[in-house]
């Protein structure tokens, strides 16, 4: 199994934990799309909590990334994210917040799904 394999499936059991539902697919292109950030113990995880780290997903991912124009609902989608994955979860992987953002705005387009 590939070190990414590996990742996806951390991530894929991370969700199943807190009853999240998956698609395997896009977890895993999502996952890829990260590149090595996902191998960086800092990198692979978002603080909840930290503004600006959450300024940084809004502006890279969602904006950039996803092509979504700013405005208060990816603050808002931020947030319903969060409080998902749950606000004392203090792992929140990346790859995980991004995902369900992808799935919160409907933009599997991106990932050719």
Same mark, same amino acid.
């Given at each position: 199994?590939?070190?990414?394999q590996?990742?996806v499936?951390?991530y894929q059991?991370?969700?199943?934990?807190?009853?999240l539902?998956?698609?395997?697919?896009?977890?895993?292109?999502? *996952?890829?799309?990260?590149?090595p950030s996902?191998? &960086?113990?800092?990198?692979?995880?978002v603080?909840?909590?930290?503004?600006?780290e959450?300024?940084t997903?809004?502006?890279n991912?969602?904006? &950039?990334?996803?092509g979504?124009?700013?405005?208060?609902a990816?603050?808002?989608g931020i947030?319903?994210v969060m409080? *998902?994955?749950?606000k004392?979860?203090?792992k929140?992987?990346?790859a995980?917040?991004?995902y369900?953002?992808?799935?919160?705005?409907?933009?599997e387009?991106i990932y050719?799904?």
């Open positions: 199994m590939s070190k990414l590996e990742k499936m951390l059991k991370f969700m199943d934990d807190r009853d539902s998956v698609n395997l697919e896009l977890l895993t292109a999502v *996952t890829k799309g990260l590149g996902i191998y &960086k113990a800092d990198a692979e995880t603080s909840g909590s930290d503004s600006k959450l300024a997903v809004k502006n991912f969602l904006i &950039k990334k996803l979504l124009s700013d405005n208060d990816l603050d808002a947030e319903e409080h *998902t994955i749950g004392s979860e203090r929140k992987y990346r995980v917040v991004y369900l953002l992808v799935k919160k705005f409907g933009k387009s050719n799904l």
